[in-house]
C-alpha cells in the first residue's frame, strides 16, 4: 500500500498547502462588505476543468490502488511472470502517437484553426482505436501462448489493467465522438474548444498511466 | 482576483424550469428534488435495513422460538442490515441527501454545476439498491458472508449466496460507487467555483465543510473498494486466485492457488475506515450548525472546527489497519496504527470540547433538533471512548469480533449519525416543506430512541467483556455466559424493537405534517445561513433574480449591543440595526 500512501500524501500536501492559503489570516467573525475582492471562486478557471481534475485524482487513486495490490500479491511464491508480447511496444507508439495528433488539435482549436480539427480528432481517433485494437491482439498472443487469465495471478493482473486502462480510454473516445459528430455538423473551433482541450489532457494522463503500468508490467 | 459570479458568468450552468410532472418530479435537475429522491430513497431502503435487524434480534433474545428465522438467513439478514445501513443508507443520505440540499442552498449557487449529471446519480443509486434488493430473490438468496465479505468464505460453498447473492452485492457496490462519484465530482466542484459573492471559504457553514471533505474523502477511498470488488468478482466468476488461496472445498481442491485474503482486508478497509469519516463527518457539519442556531450562540472555534474536520480526514486514511489487530501482521504495524489511531482522538476531542463550549452559557432553546443534537454529543463521546479501547492492539486481541465491538461501531457510527439524521431532518424540515412538523411527537421519538438505544448497546458492552462472541446464531450451551447474560440479551432484543417501533412516530410526524403542520414561514428558527434567507420551500432557481452577497460568516447570534439576536449573512455591516444590549459591560 506504500505507492497509494505516497499518491495519497501527495494529494493532501496539495489540498492542505492549498487551503492554508486561502484561510490562514483569515479572521471569520469580521464582518467584510462583499466587494469585488472577496470571490465565491476558488481557482481560476471552469468548472469543467475543476471536475476533470478531481475526475483524474479519482482515475489515479484506482491506478494506483491496482498497482499497490499488485506489488502485495507478487511476493507470494506462486507468481509466475508474464513474458509480455512485443506488440506493447507497438502500442505504446501509437498511443504516444495519438496523445500528440490530440495535442496538435488542440493546438488548431486554440489558435481557431478550423481547417485542422476534422484531420486532428480523425487521426487522433483512429489512432486510440488501433491502440485499442493492438491490446486486443496482444491478449490474443497471450492466450494462444497458454497465459491463461486464471491459470496464474501474474496473468490475470496483465489481462486486468489492461482491460481496466482500456475502459478508461473507451470513455475518452464517448467525449471524443461527441466533439467529432459537433464538428462534422459544423461547429466552430471556439465552441468545442474546451471539449477538446480537456480530451488532450486526458489522453496524455492516460498515456501517462499506460507507461507507468507497462513499467510496472516489464519489470516483475 | 476580480469577482464574477460564476452562476452568472457560466453558460456552463443551464436553467431551464421544468415544466411537466416527470421533469419537475422524477427526472429533474433540480438538486432539491434530487435531495429529497436520494433521501427518501435512503431512508426506505434504511426501513429495510431496520426490520432486518429487528429480525435477527429475535433470534438473538428469543433462541430457538421462531421458526422463520434459520442459521442461513440469519446471516443474510446480519450482513445486509449492515451494508444498508453503511452505504446504502447513511453515505446516501448525508452525501446525496443532505449535500444536494444543502451545498447550493448554504453556498448561494443557483444549483449543482452538472445538474444532469447530478440527476444521472440519483438514478443510478436506484440501480444499485434495486441490485442489492432482487440479490434476495436470486436462488441461494443475499449473500451471508458478513458485511466485510472477507474472502475466502465469501466465495466459497456453504456460505449463503454464493451463487448470485455475493456477485449481485459486488456488482450493486460498483454501481453505487459510480453513482457517489457522479455525486461526489459535483458537490467538490460546486464548493470550490459556484459559491456566491462574499462567500469565502472561510465563511462557509461547518454543515458545507464537512459534506466537502466527507465528499473528497469518499472520492479517494471508494476506489479501494471499487478495486477490491472487481478482484473478488474475478475470483469468483473466472477462478482466478487475487485473494483466494489453495483450499479444500467439500473435500476436494479447489482450483484457487496462492490469493492472499490479507490483501482483500488491506483493500477493503482502506476503504472501511474513511469510510467511518465519510458518514461521521456530515454528521460532525450538521450538529455543529444545529447547536449554533438553537443556543443562540456562534460555534466555538470555528476555525479550530474546520482544521479539526480536515485533519480527521487525512488522518483517517493511515489507521485503517487498527481492524486488522487479528490478522497476523508484523507487530510493528499495529503499534503503528495503534498510534495514528490514538492521534485521531485529539481532532476529534477538540470538536467535542466545541461543542459542549458552544452550549456553555448559551440560550438554549431544547426543541426536537436541539435534543438530537446534544443526544449525539453523548452517544459520540460514549462510542468515541470505547473507540480508545479498541485501538490498543492488546485490549482490542480478546475484544476483538466479541460484542463489545458490536456495541463500540453502533454507538459511534450508527446511533450518532443516526441522531444527527433526526435532527437535521427536524431542523431542515420546515425549508424543505415549508410546514414545521409536530415538537410533542418529535420529542418523544427523541426520549424514545435515546434512551432506547442505551439500553440496548450498554448492556451489550457488558456481554462483549464476558466474551460473547459476535456473528454466532445462537450462544448454546457455553459455560462462561451465566445465565444473567443471556437475560440482558432478551432484554437488549426488546429495547431493539421499541426503538424499531418508535421510529413510526417519525415516519407519521413527517408524512402527516406534509399537510397538517403549521405555515413555517421563511426563517422560523431565525438562523443566519443563506437558505434560511430564501421561501420555504426555495424556488427552482433558489434566489430570484439575483444572487445573494455575503457580508459575514454564518455564526453571528447574539451579537452584543444589537437589537436582534441573529444577524443573516446577507446583511452588511451598515444594515445592522442597534439595539438593546446584550448584556456586555461597557
Given amino acids: 500500500m506504500y505507492l497509494t500512501l505516497i499518491f495519497l500524501g501527495v494529494i493532501m500536501a496539495t489540498v492542505i498547502t492549498w487551503l492554508l492559503r486561502q484561510t490562514l489570516n483569515t479572521q471569520p467573525w469580521v464582518s467584510q462588505p462583499a466587494d469585488d475582492a472577496v470571490t465565491g471562486v476558488s481557482i481560476n478557471t471552469n468548472t469543467k476543468t475543476v471536475a476533470l481534475t478531481v475526475f ?16 502485495i ?39 481557431g484553426v478550423q481547417g485542422r480539427l476534422k484531420p486532428g480528432l480523425f487521426v487522433s481517433g483512429a489512432l486510440t482505436i488501433l491502440f485499442l485494437v493492438g491490446q486486443l491482439v496482444a491478449w490474443q498472443q497471450l492466450n494462444a501462448a497458454g497465459y491463461y487469465v486464471e491459470r496464474n495471478v501474474a496473468n490475470s493482473f496483465f489481462y ?33 474548444r474546451l471539449s477538446i482541450e480537456l480530451c488532450t489532457v486526458y489522453w496524455h494522463f492516460l498515456l501517462l498511466v499506460w507507461i507507468v503500468l507497462f513499467g510496472v508490467l516489464l519489470s516483475t | 482576483m476580480a469577482y464574477v459570479s460564476i452562476a452568472d458568468r457560466d453558460h456552463e450552468i443551464e436553467h431551464h424550469d421544468p415544466e411537466t410532472f416527470i421533469t419537475k418530479y422524477i427526472w429533474s435537475q433540480d438538486h432539491k428534488v434530487i435531495a429529497i429522491q436520494y433521501g427518501g430513497l435512503a431512508i ?83 440501480v444499485s439498491v434495486i441490485i442489492l434488493v432482487v440479490s434476495f430473490f436470486v436462488p441461494g438468496g443475499a449473500t451471508g458472508a458478513g458485511w466485510t465479505l472477507y474472502p475466502p468464505q465469501a466465495i466459497s460453498p456453504g456460505t449463503p449466496g454464493t451463487d448470485w447473492g455475493i456477485l449481485l452485492m459486488l456488482i450493486s457496490l460498483a454501481v453505487f460507487i459510480v453513482a457517489f462519484t457522479m455525486g461526489g465530482l459535483n458537490y467538490v466542484t460546486t464548493v470550490l467555483q459556484a459559491r456566491c459573492k462574499g462567500m469565502t471559504l472561510m465563511r462557509m457553514p461547518l454543515s458545507v465543510w ?48 496462492g490469493g492472499s485474503p490479507v ?40 476555525r479550530m472546527m474546520v482544521w479539526a474536520i480536515l485533519a480527521i480526514g487525512g488522518l483517517s486514511f493511515i489507521v485503517w489497519a487498527h481492524h486488522m489487530y487479528v490478522s497476523g501482521m ?3 504495524f499495529g503499534f503503528f496504527f495503534a498510534t495514528t489511531t490514538l492521534i485521531i482522538a485529539v481532532p476529534t476531542a477538540i470538536k467535542v470540547y466545541n461543542w459542549v463550549l458552544t452550549l456553555w452559557q448559551g440560550n438554549i432553546h431544547l426543541r426536537a433538533p436541539m435534543l438530537f443534537a446534544i443526544g449525539f454529543i453523548f452517544t459520540f463521546t460514549h462510542g468515541g471512548l470505547s473507540g480508545l479501547f479498541l485501538g490498543n492492539v492488546t485490549i482490542d486481541l480478546p475484544l476483538s469480533d466479541t460484542y463489545f465491538v458490536v456495541a463500540h461501531f453502533h454507538m459511534v457510527m450508527g446511533v450518532s449519525p443516526v441522531l444527527v439524521v433526526f435532527g437535521a ?162
Fill in chain 1, 56 to 71: 483524474l485524482t479519482v482515475a489515479t487513486s484506482i491506478f494506483a490502488l491496482f498497482i499497490s495490490a499488485y506489488t
Fill in chain 1, 160 to 192: 486486468l489493467l489492461t482491460a481496466v486502462h482500456g475502459l478508461h480510454m473507451l470513455g475518452g473516445m464517448w467525449v471524443w465522438a461527441r466533439s467529432t459528430i459537433r464538428v462534422w455538423s459544423g461547429a466552430d473551433a471556439d465552441s468545442v
Fill in chain 2, 210 to 257: 464537512a459534506i466537502f471533505v466527507a465528499t473528497i474523502l469518499g472520492l479517494l477511498a471508494f476506489p479501494a473498494l471499487l478495486v477490491a470488488a472487481i478482484m473478488m468478482m474475478l475470483d469468483r466468476t473466472l477462478e482466478t486466485s487475487f485473494f483466494m488461496p489453495a483450499i479444500l472445498q467439500a473435500g476436494e481442491v479447489s482450483n484457487y492457488s
Fill in chain 2, 263 to 302: 490483501l482483500f482486508q488491506h483493500l477493503f478497509w482502506f476503504f472501511g475506515h474513511p469510510e467511518v469519516y465519510i458518514v461521521a463527518l456530515p454528521a460532525f457539519g450538521l450538529v455543529s450548525d444545529i447547536l449554533s442556531t438553537h443556543a443562540r450562540k456562534n460555534i466555538f472555534g470555528y
Fill in chain 2, 330 to 332: 508484523n507487530p510493528y
Fill in chain 2, 425 to 586: 431532518i427536524y431542523h431542515w424540515y420546515p425549508k424543505m416543506t415549508g410546514r414545521m412538523y409536530n415538537e410533542t411527537m418529535a420529542k418523544w421519538h427523541f426520549w424514545l430512541t435515546f434512551l432506547g438505544t442505551y439500553s440496548l448497546y450498554l448492556p451489550m458492552h457488558y456481554v462483549g467483556f464476558l466474551g460473547l462472541p459476535r456473528r454466532y446464531f445462537s450462544m448454546g450451551d457455553t459455560a462462561f455466559m451465566p445465565e444473567s447474560a443471556v437475560t440482558l440479551n432478551t432484554s437488549m432484543s426488546i429495547s431493539a424493537l421499541i426503538i424499531a417501533a418508535t421510529q413510526v412516530l417519525f415516519l407519521y410526524n413527517i408524512i402527516v405534517s406534509l399537510k397538517k403542520g403549521e405555515k413555517a414561514g421563511p426563517n422560523p428558527w431565525k438562523a443566519t445561513s443563506l437558505e434560511w434567507q430564501t421561501p420555504s420551500p426555495p424556488k427552482h432557481g433558489n434566489w430570484g433574480h439575483s444572487l445573494p452577497e455575503v457580508h459575514r460568516w454564518a455564526y453571528d447570534y447574539s451579537v452584543p449591543g444589537q437589537e436582534e439576536d441573529y444577524i443573516p449573512q446577507t446583511v452588511p455591516a451598515t444594515d445592522v440595526p442597534v439595539g438593546r444590549d446584550h448584556g456586555v459591560d461597557h
Fill in chain 2, 44 to 126: 426506505l431502503i434504511g426501513l429495510v435495513g431496520m426490520i432486518m435487524s429487528s429480525m435477527f434480534r429475535l433470534q438473538l433474545g428469543f433462541p430457538d422460538t421462531f421458526a422463520f428465522i434459520n442459521p442461513e438467513n440469519y446471516y443474510q439478514l446480519v450482513t445486509i442490515h449492515g451494508m444498508i445501513m453503511v452505504i446504502y443508507l447513511l453515505t446516501a443520505l448525508f452525501l446525496g441527501g443532505f449535500g444536494n440540499y444543502l451545498i447550493p442552498l448554504m453556498c448561494g449557487s443557483r444549483d449543482m454545476v452538472f445538474p444532469f449529471m447530478n440527476m444521472l446519480s440519483v438514478w443510478v443509486y436506484a
Fill in chain 1, 73 to 111: 500479491r507478487m511476493e507470494e511464491p506462486d507468481w509466475r511472470p508474464v513474458a509480455e508480447p512485443v506488440l506493447l511496444w507497438f502500442n505504446t507508439a501509437v498511443l504516444i502517437l495519438a496523445s500528440i495528433a490530440y495535442h496538435w488539435t488542440r493546438n488548431a482549436a486554440v489558435s
